[in-house]
């Protein structure tokens, strides 16, 4: 008797089951919707999909400045004028790069201003560099920020050298 209730109990829910799977959506034709979207694509972060970030930085060649890419991301600002300090790769000294950032003007700090002005502070004294190591730290420090042309003072040991642009 017990398997006849069990049966029983069984084709009620199968039955149930069946009568509100039917209940489901209709089926229709394509609604519109409008034009699709358009504009730029954010890039996709994840762990299949690394984005292609780079570090420009403003290295000396013969005397001149000279623009220098490095893969890299989610650096600072600091960090990335302490790549000046710390010198070319043993690749761009091979390609005649050099740097007239001293050794000890590393750690940085930036300071954001109102209307775009930076101020970047090192550990050495700002009046004592070279025109080539200023011109260096402010193309750099340029180079840090999405909306150009930034302004840039460099400050250090009580010293800083007047409201600058990127010359290049």
Do not use: W
Not at 79 to 89: C, I, M, Q, V
Not at 137 to 155: D, Y
């Amino acid at each position: 008797m017990r398997t006849g209730l069990a049966r029983r109990v069984l084709a009620a829910g199968l039955v149930s089951l069946v009568a509100v799977a039917g209940c489901g959506v209709q089926p229709s034709d394509a609604i519109s919707a409008g034009d699709p979207p358009s504009g730029a694509v954010a890039p996709t972060v994840g762990p299949t999909v690394a984005p292609a970030m780079k570090i420009t930085l403003y290295l000396v060649k013969n005397g001149r400045l000279s623009a220098v890419t490095r893969p890299g991301r989610g650096l600072s600002q600091a960090d990335t004028l302490a790549l000046l300090a710390a010198g070319p790769t043993a690749t761009e000294q091979a390609h005649g790069l050099t740097t007239d950032v001293p050794p000890g003007a590393d750690p940085f700090s930036v300071t954001a201003k109102p209307t775009g002005r930076l101020v970047v502070t090192l550990s050495t004294p700002a009046g004592e560099l070279s025109t080539l190591a200023v011109a260096q730290i402010v193309c750099t420090a340029a180079a840090t920020v999405l909306e150009s042309p930034a302004q840039i003072t460099v400050a250090g040991a009580g010293q800083s050298v007047r409201l600058r642009n990127c010359p290049g």
